[in-house]
């Protein structure tokens, strides 16, 4: 009886962790598409941007984790010096993205200069993370 009235509580509590973080990426969305809005994009390239930028950040917020943990695992405590500036690298990145939502269309240096920071920064820290990961 007990281990069933666990489970039971636990999908609950599941359930309602679920919910609120629907909830949070909801409101973050629909901010996005909001300031891409207000930056004079279209209704349909402001909820693409805020999806492309919600989707980039689920990616570095990934790779940075993952990079903690795979170097962290290689070199031990040591993983904190590279961890800083591999957070250093992300924030930028992140800022970078966060340009896609304001950035007017046409603007075809700007949109250069983002991508090319997002995927430069993804690479190297994709290809490190893998490295570690090998366990060289």
């Known amino acids: 009886m007990l281990p069933a009235i666990v489970i039971i509580v636990s999908l609950v509590l599941g359930l309602g962790l679920a919910y609120f973080v629907f909830i949070g990426v909801r409101a973050i969305y629909r901010g996005a598409a909001q300031t891409a809005r207000e930056a004079g994009h279209p209704p349909a390239g402001a909820r693409t941007r805020a999806l492309l930028r919600m989707t980039i950040w689920a990616l570095f917020f990934g790779l940075f984790y993952a990079f903690l943990y795979f170097?962290?695992?290689m070199i031990g405590w040591w993983a904190l010096i590279p961890g800083a500036l591999v957070a250093a690298l992300v924030i930028a990145s992140?800022?970078?993205t966060d340009r896609l939502l304001t950035t007017r269309p046409g603007a075809v240096q700007s949109y250069l200069s983002i991508v090319l920071t997002i995927?430069?920064?993804v690479a190297l820290l994709a290809s490190v993370t893998w490295y570690a990961a090998a366990g060289h």
């Open 119 to 121: 995927v430069t920064v």
């Open 71 to 73: 170097v962290g695992r």
């Open 94 to 96: 992140l800022l970078q």
